[in-house]
C-alpha cells in the first residue's frame, strides 16, 4: 500500500463546477505539499501546509491540513479548464531524510 | 533563467542498450533528485544527491546509477536497459533539501522495447 492514497483518481468536470480532492494517510507528517503536473511538464509546487487544521488559499484553490497532520484537501472553486492537470501531494515522512514521497495523484480535467 | 532542463526529451533503446540522461540547473542549487513517474504511481525517487560529488539512493534505485561531478549538473545511467524502465524520468533541484521546495525539469519519456 502506498504511504499517500489520493483520491479519486481521475476526476471530469465542466467550466464552473466545484470540486475536492483528497490526500489520505495513516502516519503524520510535519509538513505536506501540493503541486499540479500539466502535461508534457514537470510538477509546479503550489503550496506547503504545516500546521494542524491550516487553511491556504491561492485564488480559487482552497487547501486543508487536517487536524491530525495526516490528511489534507484541496478545493478548486469555478473550475476552468486552465486547471486541468494531475494534483499530486507529497510529504517528507519523519524518517525519510531528503526523500520526499509523492501519492499517486489525481487527473482532473475540466471541459469548457 | 532556465531553471532545470534536461537532455534528451525523447529515447527509444532496445533491451540491453545503455544511455545517460542528463539534467543541468542553474540556481545554484545544492540537492539534485531523478524520479521516475509512472501512471497510478506518482513519482517515485531513484538516486538523489546533495552536493557535487555526492550521491544516495533512493526508493527505487537498482539499474540505475548516477554522478554529479558539477554542481549544477546531475546525470543519470541505464547500464543495460529493460522493459521495466520504461518511464518518464524527471529531475528536480532545490536549495536546501528536506522537502524544502523542488523544482522539475519538463521530463525525458524513455521507451525500451
Known amino acids: 500500500t502506498q504511504l499517500l492514497e489520493q483520491s479519486p483518481q481521475f476526476l471530469s468536470i465542466q467550466e464552473g463546477e466545484n470540486l475536492t480532492v483528497y490526500c489520505n494517510s495513516s502516519?503524520?507528517?510535519?509538513?505536506l505539499q501540493w503541486y499540479r503536473q500539466e502535461p508534457g511538464e514537470g510538477p509546479v509546487l503550489l503550496v506547503t501546509?504545516?500546521?494542524?487544521?491550516e487553511v491556504k488559499k491561492l485564488k480559487r484553490l482552497t487547501f486543508q491540513f487536517g487536524d491530525a497532520r495526516k490528511d489534507s484537501s484541496l478545493h478548486i472553486t469555478a473550475a476552468q479548464p486552465g486547471d486541468t492537470g494531475l494534483y499530486l501531494c507529497?510529504?517528507?515522512?519523519?524518517?525519510?531524510?531528503?526523500?520526499?514521497?509523492f501519492g499517486g495523484g489525481t487527473r482532473l480535467m475540466v471541459k469548457p | 533563467n532556465a531553471g532545470v532542463t534536461q537532455t534528451p526529451k525523447f529515447r527509444v533503446l532496445k533491451t540491453g542498450q545503455s544511455m545517460t540522461l542528463l539534467c543541468a540547473q542553474d540556481m545554484n542549487h545544492e540537492y539534485m533528485y531523478w524520479y521516475r513517474q509512472d501512471p497510478g504511481m506518482g513519482l517515485r525517487l531513484i538516486h538523489y544527491s546533495v552536493g557535487e560529488g555526492t550521491t544516495a539512493k533512493g526508493e527505487v534505485p537498482d539499474g540505475y546509477n548516477v554522478s554529479r561531478l558539477k554542481k549544477q549538473n546531475f546525470l543519470l545511467g541505464l547500464e543495460s536497459a529493460a522493459p521495466s524502465q520504461t518511464s518518464v524520468y524527471f529531475c528536480?533541484?532545490?536549495?536546501?533539501?528536506?522537502?524544502?521546495?523542488?523544482?522539475f525539469g519538463p521530463g525525458t519519456r524513455l521507451t525500451v522495447t
Open positions: 528536480a533541484s532545490d536549495r536546501q533539501g528536506r522537502g524544502y521546495e523542488q523544482y
Open positions: 507529497a510529504v517528507l515522512p519523519y524518517n525519510a531524510g531528503n526523500m520526499l514521497t
Open positions: 502516519s503524520v507528517f510535519s509538513s
Open positions: 501546509v504545516v500546521t494542524g487544521g
